[in-house]
């Protein structure tokens, strides 16, 4: 530890897992507390597949991030460039950065460029809207409110992504909004993905199965074991690893998501991985003992969602309390996530599971819609954000 008795506690990214963190902190410790991003504007993104259908406005999902930190917490706005363990310091665009204890939460990196013409028919048409992205988001909502019929297609990438459940919303959203718009007949949904799996096995078998029911009932395509490769903008045509072609008319793809480039490459922080190698349950790192991590950049088996983030959060503030006072650290992390799937306007499901098993049940309720577009945004940035949690 430095010499000054107040430890130096330094936050990497400032989204849902750093500002939790922070403003948790602060109120537990004696400490200064620093919070390094590069962006000054934090934004809710599960607001990105409402936004298209005017279910929410990107204006209102969106705040600086100084007014979320409380005043005893330092805000810095700089880009990360390297992580130095042994020497416990960060080095950004602007600044060195010390630290005793130091929280990575810098979540992850959208690749579209990843993908051959992904980029290109984003700029150059107005058919090609990856949605993680707020811009693209935004824009997409111009093209539902145009679009007349033909093929409505999102694809899920090969690589881990943030909220797996987002690409079914948007995808469910969508054919119901044509139906209330009257061009549901002349129109197909379709989903791709990878896998087998619509939404996946294990924990989150049953969620799974009422989705397959209800994307019967409704007539929503999903086309499994379907890699993406290119993506041929001129034509209108997504070609896949496997060889096969889907025409789209509009086309709303998840973009690639990997670990950030800085930490693989100037830090050892990822151990050979992409992400942030820290225990399953402590979310200490495995190599260095005054290192943690929150969020999407934490390589823990469990799917990346605010909602883990801010389990995580709980933990991560423990365990650091214990470490400054020489205490054993608690593995409470369960691999807690939840995402509403919002099945169409008015009605949603949660599902919420752990590394083990799946905990709320698969029903479709307008409660569950209330709670996902009315209650959790207000609870994200007046409680969480603010470091409160009264029900963890
Ligand atoms: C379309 C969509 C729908 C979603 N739906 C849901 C949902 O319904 N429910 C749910 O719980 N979650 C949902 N999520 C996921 C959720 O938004 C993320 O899991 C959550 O934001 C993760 O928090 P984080 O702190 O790990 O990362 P983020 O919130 O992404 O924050 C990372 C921060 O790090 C900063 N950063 C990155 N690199 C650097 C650098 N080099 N230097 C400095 N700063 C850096 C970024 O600017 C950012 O502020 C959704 C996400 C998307 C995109």
Same mark, same amino acid.
């Given at each position: 530890?430095t010499?000054?008795?107040?430890?130096?506690?330094?936050?990497?990214?400032?989204g849902?897992?750093g500002?939790?963190?922070?403003?948790?902190?602060r109120?537990r410790?004696d400490?200064?507390i620093?919070?390094?991003?590069r962006?000054?504007?934090?934004?809710?993104?599960?607001?990105?597949?409402l936004?298209?259908?005017?279910?929410?406005?990107l204006?209102?999902?969106?705040?600086?991030?100084?007014?979320l930190l409380?005043?005893?917490?330092?805000f810095v706005?700089?880009t990360?460039?390297a992580i130095?363990p042994?020497?416990?310091?960060?080095?950004?665009?602007?600044?060195?950065y010390?630290?005793?204890y130091?929280v990575?939460s $810098?979540g992850?990196?959208?690749r579209p460029?990843? /993908?051959?013409?992904?980029? *290109? =028919?984003? %700029?150059r048409?107005?058919?090609?809207?990856?949605?993680?992205?707020?811009?693209?988001a935004?824009?997409?909502?111009d093209a539902?409110?145009?679009f007349e019929?033909?093929?409505?297609?999102?694809t899920?990438?090969d690589?881990?992504?943030k909220?797996?459940?987002?690409?079914?919303?948007?995808?469910?959203?969508m054919?119901?909004?044509?139906r209330e718009?009257?061009?549901?007949?002349?129109?197909?949904?379709?989903?791709?993905?990878?896998?087998?799996h619509?939404?996946?096995?294990g924990p989150?078998?049953p969620?799974q199965?009422?989705i397959?029911?209800i994307?019967?009932?409704?007539?929503?395509?999903f086309?499994?074991?379907f890699? $993406?490769?290119s993506?041929?903008?001129?034509?209108g /045509?997504?070609?896949?690893? *496997? =060889?096969? %072609?889907?025409?789209?008319d509009l086309?709303?793809?998840?973009p690639?998501?990997?670990?950030?480039?800085?930490?693989?490459?100037?830090?050892p922080?990822?151990n050979?991985?992409?992400?942030?190698?820290?225990?399953?349950?402590?979310l200490q790192?495995?190599t260095?003992?005054d290192?943690?991590a929150?969020?999407?950049c934490?390589d823990v088996?469990?799917?990346?969602?605010?909602?883990a983030?801010?389990?995580?959060?709980?933990?991560?503030?423990?365990?650091i309390?214990?470490?400054?006072?020489g205490?054993?650290?608690?593995?409470?992390?369960d691999?807690?996530?939840?995402?509403p799937?919002?099945v169409?306007k008015?009605?949603?499901?949660?599902?919420e599971?752990d590394?083990?098993?799946?905990?709320?049940?698969p029903?479709?309720?307008?409660?569950?819609?209330?709670?996902?577009?009315n209650?959790i945004?207000?609870?994200?940035?007046?409680?969480?954000m603010?470091?409160?949690?009264?029900?963890?």
């Amino acid at each position: 530890m430095t010499t000054t008795t107040r430890p130096n506690v330094l936050i990497l990214g400032g989204g849902a897992g750093g500002t939790m963190t922070a403003n948790m902190l602060r109120r537990r410790l004696d400490a200064n507390i620093t919070v390094v991003d590069r962006d000054a504007t934090h934004r809710y993104q599960p607001s990105y597949y409402l936004i298209p259908f005017g279910y929410m406005d990107l204006a209102d999902n969106k705040r600086a991030e100084r007014s979320l930190l409380h005043d005893e917490v330092r805000f810095v706005e700089d880009t990360v460039e390297a992580i130095d363990p042994d020497d416990r310091t960060v080095t950004g665009e602007g600044g060195t950065y010390e630290y005793d204890y130091l929280v990575v939460s $810098v979540g992850n990196s959208l690749r579209p460029d990843h /993908v051959d013409g992904m980029v *290109e =028919g984003w %700029e150059r048409t107005d058919s090609v809207f990856p949605f993680y992205h707020a811009a693209a988001a935004e824009a997409l909502g111009d093209a539902v409110d145009d679009f007349e019929g033909g093929t409505f297609l999102v694809t899920v990438p090969d690589t881990p992504i943030k909220c797996g459940g987002a690409p079914l919303k948007l995808a469910m959203l969508m054919e119901e909004y044509l139906r209330e718009r009257g061009v549901r007949e002349d129109a197909e949904v379709v989903m791709t993905k990878p896998g087998p799996h619509v939404f996946g096995t294990g924990p989150k078998a049953p969620y799974q199965e009422r989705i397959e029911e209800i994307w019967a009932e409704r007539d929503i395509t999903f086309v499994p074991n379907f890699t $993406v490769d290119s993506v041929d903008y001129e034509a209108g /045509v997504v070609h896949s690893e *496997e =060889g096969d %072609e889907l025409e789209y008319d509009l086309y709303a793809p998840v973009p690639p998501q990997h670990g950030h480039e800085f930490l693989v490459e100037r830090s050892p922080l990822t151990n050979g991985g992409e992400y942030v190698d820290v225990d399953d349950h402590t979310l200490q790192h495995r190599t260095f003992d005054d290192v943690f991590a929150v969020g999407d950049c934490a390589d823990v088996p469990t799917s990346r969602t605010a909602s883990a983030a801010r389990k995580q959060t709980h933990v991560v503030a423990d365990n650091i309390e214990r470490s400054i006072a020489g205490r054993d650290l608690v593995a409470d992390y369960d691999g807690y996530t939840a995402c509403p799937i919002l099945v169409e306007k008015g009605k949603a499901m949660i599902a919420e599971f752990d590394y083990e098993s799946p905990i709320s049940a698969p029903v479709v309720s307008r409660l569950n819609w209330i709670l996902d577009i009315n209650v959790i945004p207000s609870l994200y940035w007046n409680v969480w954000m603010r470091g409160y949690d009264p029900v963890p």
